[in-house]
């Protein structure tokens, strides 16, 4: 079945660019997304990429997208102390409109 | 757009006893619904997911169960509580025929807190 993985912990400072890392396994995934989870909430789309594109940018954010490889990255520039939460990659399965997600990356933000 | 309706925020249940989550959607009709269970702050579980109304999918053998009696209601019950049903647990729902979206993604509720003691 389908698998995505993430880096579990992720620490920045204040004003620096984060990264996040994902790798799925399923080569017909349509749309790959971005979730956000702030602590005690439900998650947030935050952005996603259709699979024929390589790079999709939305005001700080920036997804990459290297579908050889299946690596996904979000990228979030001039990181905030707001952006502390917990981050979800996800990959369509193409079934009822069901997704697979990884464990989740938390993001952690250094004043 | 959609926005998802979910109750109780937080439950301390005893074990052994009945359980009854709800959750309803706004603004779409025909919605996929999903509900999820997050342990541990960690990564998502599917439990059950709903393409129409009566309409039941079970990923995971489990204690609980699922009902859609209406387009935009899908509920997570049990008969009786497990110590492991313990956890954060999560409605989704994906767009319906009211929806413009063609790229899916989810729609999440704000969750409910179950600690069964």
């Known amino acids: 079945g389908e698998d995505v993985e993430q880096s579990l912990f992720l620490s920045v400072r204040e004003g620096d660019s984060s990264v996040i890392n994902c790798t799925y396994t399923?080569?017909?995934?349509?749309?790959l997304y971005w979730y956000k989870q702030e602590p005690g909430a439900g998650l947030q789309l935050l952005t996603y990429i259709f699979s024929n594109m390589d790079m999709k940018q939305d005001q700080r954010l920036t997804v990459l997208l290297n579908k050889k490889d299946k690596h996904l990255s979000l990228r979030i520039a001039d990181t905030q102390t707001g952006d502390s939460a917990i981050y979800f990659c996800?990959?369509?399965?193409?079934?009822?409109?069901?997704?697979?997600f990884g464990d989740g990356t938390t993001l952690t933000v250094k004043p | 757009s959609q926005t998802i309706h979910q109750w109780p925020a937080t439950l301390v249940q005893p074990v052994g006893s009945p359980l009854s989550l709800e959750c309803t959607v706004e603004?779409?009709?025909?919605?996929?619904l999903y509900w999820y269970r997050q342990a541990a702050g960690r990564g998502l579980q599917l439990l059950f997911y709903?393409?129409?109304?009566?309409?039941i999918s079970s990923e995971v053998p489990q204690n609980l169960s699922a009902s859609r009696p209406q387009d935009r209601q899908f509920i997570l019950s049990s008969k009786k509580l497990l110590l492991s049903d313990s956890g954060f647990y999560l409605c989704a729902s994906t767009f319906g025929e009211t929806d413009q979206r063609t790229e899916g993604g989810y729609t999440f509720g704000s969750g409910t807190r179950l600690t069964v003691v």
């Open positions: 399923d080569s017909s995934s349509t749309y």
């Open positions: 603004g779409t009709s025909n919605p996929n």
């Open positions: 996800a990959e369509d399965e193409g079934n009822a409109g069901k997704s697979t």
């Open positions: 709903s393409v129409g109304i009566g309409q």
